[in-house]
């Protein structure tokens, strides 16, 4: 990636090296007109908190309750968004694209 | 993803050098695998696309559906020579996301009012280009016309392995050059390396004109084979394949822009 924005990467590592438990969103896939490239990071603590942007708004609030699962249970999850999603109504991409995101715990 | 690939990813990005993190998304698994070890790795041809792209991305291998996250170094370019050329050719690098660096020691040419909004060092490249950290994500263009400035900037830019090289000049003023660099101890490899006349071969006219030839040679040395991502003998190799593309002036000389770039000398 050549974005120079906020280090999220770096937040991540500095997060959990503060003790905090950290999980990692990442847009793995999109289709049509997504707001945010393949390769888009947010990171989550358990608290909520969170940096970085995988969707420019429209899903962040779904990724990062889901992120508080994924640090509870340690497994991984992939979640899609889009028009098509039956979430639409709730979370839906405005922009009328679709993206797969990809969430795991950072150990 | 585990804090130690993490914490290895994040410090060969901070030393400004490439890295995949391979994720396997049916079972979570990942491994790290920076540049330099990419030839030895089984997904080696993937690996090497997605690191001259620049982009991450799900693929499907033998081994299974893998997410890479890849990461490489922003690019810079430094220059030497606030001439009328660089003042195209520093604001279009800036849009294709290049952190601009211009050189010359003549306080005339180098203004922050001919240059807004540009990194000018308005010094010698023997003292301004050493603390910049030049290295094989740099593209460099000597563009003073003086070998007083370009020649030791260009020893600089090829000892530092810059993934683009490129001098302004005609043939007859580069062939001069490389006789000069020869004499300070400049291996064959390391000549042929120099992109002169500069800029892809668009019968480029106006200074604006080669800013544009000169930053579409780059983008092609950036982009195709020659990738700065690669192991540096791989890179070597692959560069000196690059002419037989037919994207370099010195195989297909243009018409007409190598007389304009070489205007006054």
Redesign the interface.
Known sequence: MLARDEDILKAAEDWRREGRDVALATVVETWGSAPRPVGSNLVIDKDGNFLGSVSGGCVEGAVVTEAIDVIETGKPRMLEFGVADETAWKVGLSCGGTIRVYVEKVE | ???DI??S??AE?AARRAAVVV?D?AT?AQRFVAAVDVDADPLRDVLLSHLRS?????EETPQGRV?L????P??RLVVTGAVHISQTLAPVARLL?YDVTIVDPRTAFATPERFPDVRLIPQWPDEALPPLGVDRYTAFAALTHDPKIDDPALLHALSRDCFYVGALGSKKTHARRLERLKANGVAEAALSRIHAPIGLAIGAVSPGEIAIAIMAEITASLRLAAAPSLPSSAGQERQIDLPSSGLQPNAHPPAGHGRVAAGGG
């Open positions: 993803m585990r804090l993490l914490r990813l994040n990005r994720t998304i979570g620049g982009k991450s991305g799900m997410f996250t890849v990461h490489v922003p690019p996301g």
